[in-house]
């Protein structure tokens, strides 16, 4: 394609993409349609600063990695007619929903289908977007998943191969079905819009490609007395001589306190999901693990969280949920007081593993000159760790809650724990 002028890749851009509409139209037996206002997401408030944009869940949160990082998806089958969505409030609203996001690891899907030439972009904006989307965006994006890729992506991304940069490109990675993400990310676990299901099975109808065959799954097997992950706080005390906070805790705050308070990016780097699994499994089978060995103290930040993740139930329970995702309509003055009258109504040990994890957060936090996690950057961390929906997936509109919640945890470590203790109860 050497000597073709930008309009001309445009053109060909152009082509391209009407052969998809019709061979997907073919695929479906109708014309492709537009997909009404979604609410695939939860309820998004007219007051939302992007509600234009926010109100056709475009972008939305799907799940988690294999490695615990959060999911987003951009899914192109939402994208309304450009005549009804301003492109440059699209762009303003991607950033703002990603701040959440960009100051830990994370990974994001791209779902082609449903992209058409009504509802597109320009070439211009999708330059404009490449270029505003700077290091800050690209440094923690660990993977970029393309779903459906057509002739299309090949055009557009020959048009931007000077721009970008081949590490960026080493962690973009085209999927030709859904199927296959499930050798990246907890498939089973992910928000996948229907009419992206459809269009796969779709698409596999045509290669006379069959699913997979579903993979039976043996009834759970009950878990080893010295199981340490993805077992209740209760089966933990029980195990270990009735000591409220669970070993795999301790150990790693004790090694994180002794050498890692000062460490950058502490709580926000990913670590080697070999090393992970290992680990794990030497917990769960009862025997001692040396952090040493592994030569990175990002190892134990990350078995902490997974600890965490891991729970049957969250550590601040479901109970709370709907009080934690109310704290933005609390008056500002009022927050800590409903922070502190909410963990006072946990149960003992939620609240003596709470106070022990909040703790060692705050020491973490009185650090942050040197690790640069402030008590607001921990919070953006450990917030979906400490509390989730008991409905499943949690939405961009519950992030900030959550995280302005654990962030006065963090912060008012001393107002909102001081007045309260529990038998047998431990700190850092």
């Known amino acids: 394609m050497e000597g073709m002028s930008e309009i001309d890749f445009e053109k060909l851009a152009e082509i391209e993409l009407r052969k998809d509409e019709a061979e997907n139209a073919d695929l479906e037996g109708s014309q492709v349609?537009?997909?009404?206002?979604?609410?695939g997401d939860a309820e998004i408030s007219p007051t939302h600063p992007y509600y234009d944009v926010a109100r056709h869940n475009i972008l939305h949160l799907v799940g988690d990695d294999n490695l615990g990082r959060k999911v987003i998806a951009f899914s192109c089958c939402r994208l309304p007619p450009s005549y009804q969505l301003n492109h440059r409030r699209l762009l303003e609203y991607l950033k703002y929903a990603l701040d959440q996001y960009v100051e830990n690891d994370y990974?994001?899907?791209?779902?082609?289908?449903?992209?058409?030439?009504?509802?597109?972009?320009?070439?211009?904006w999708l330059q404009s977007a490449y270029k505003e989307f700077d290091r800050k965006y690209k440094k923690n994006l660990k993977a970029l998943y393309i779903v459906h890729p057509?002739?299309?992506i090949k055009i557009i991304w020959n048009i931007f191969k000077p721009l970008i940069s081949h590490k960026f490109g080493k962690k973009v990675i085209y999927l030709n079905y859904l199927s296959d993400l499930r050798d990246h990310l907890k498939y089973d676990q992910l928000k996948i819009p229907q009419e992206v299901i459809r269009h796969d099975e779709n698409l596999r109808t045509k290669q006379k490609k069959k699913p997979p065959t579903a993979v039976k799954i043996p009834p759970p097997r009950p878990p080893l007395p010295t199981q340490q992950f993805?077992?209740?706080?209760?089966?933990?005390?029980?195990?270990?001589?009735?000591?409220?906070?669970?070993?795999?805790?301790?150990?790693?705050?004790?090694?994180?306190?002794?050498?890692?308070?000062?460490?950058?990016?502490?709580?926000r780097r990913s670590a080697s999901i070999q090393s992970i699994k290992e680990i794990q499994k030497l917990y769960n089978q009862g025997k001692s693990v040396n952090f040493d060995d592994y030569g990175d103290i990002h190892i134990p930040a990350v078995i902490l969280k997974t600890l965490l993740r891991e729970l049957p139930e969250p550590l601040l329970t479901f109970e709370p949920y709907d009080q934690i995702i109310g704290i933005t309509s609390v008056e500002s003055s009022l927050r800590v007081m409903n922070c502190r009258e909410i963990v006072h109504g946990l149960p003992e040990q939620n609240y003596a593993v709470l106070k022990f994890l909040i703790c060692f957060l705050h020491m973490v936090s009185q650090e942050s000159i040197f690790n640069k996690m402030t008590g607001s950057n921990l919070a953006c961390v450990f917030g979906l760790n400490l509390i989730w929906s008991p409905k499943g997936t949690p939405s961009f509109s519950t992030l900030v809650p959550i995280n302005i919640f654990i962030g006065l945890l963090i912060d008012f470590y001393p107002t909102i724990f001081s007045s309260r203790s529990v038998p047998g109860e431990q700190l850092p």
Do not use: D, W
């Open 33 to 39: 349609s537009f997909a009404s206002v979604s609410n």
């Open 107 to 124: 990974t994001v899907i791209y779902f082609h289908y449903g992209l058409n030439s009504k509802n597109k972009p320009s070439l211009s």
């Open 150 to 152: 057509t002739n299309f």
């Open 230 to 267: 993805g077992v209740s706080l209760q089966y933990l005390k029980a195990k270990n001589k009735g000591e409220l906070i669970p070993p795999v805790m301790k150990q790693t705050v004790s090694y994180l306190k002794r050498k890692g308070l000062k460490a950058e990016g502490l709580f």
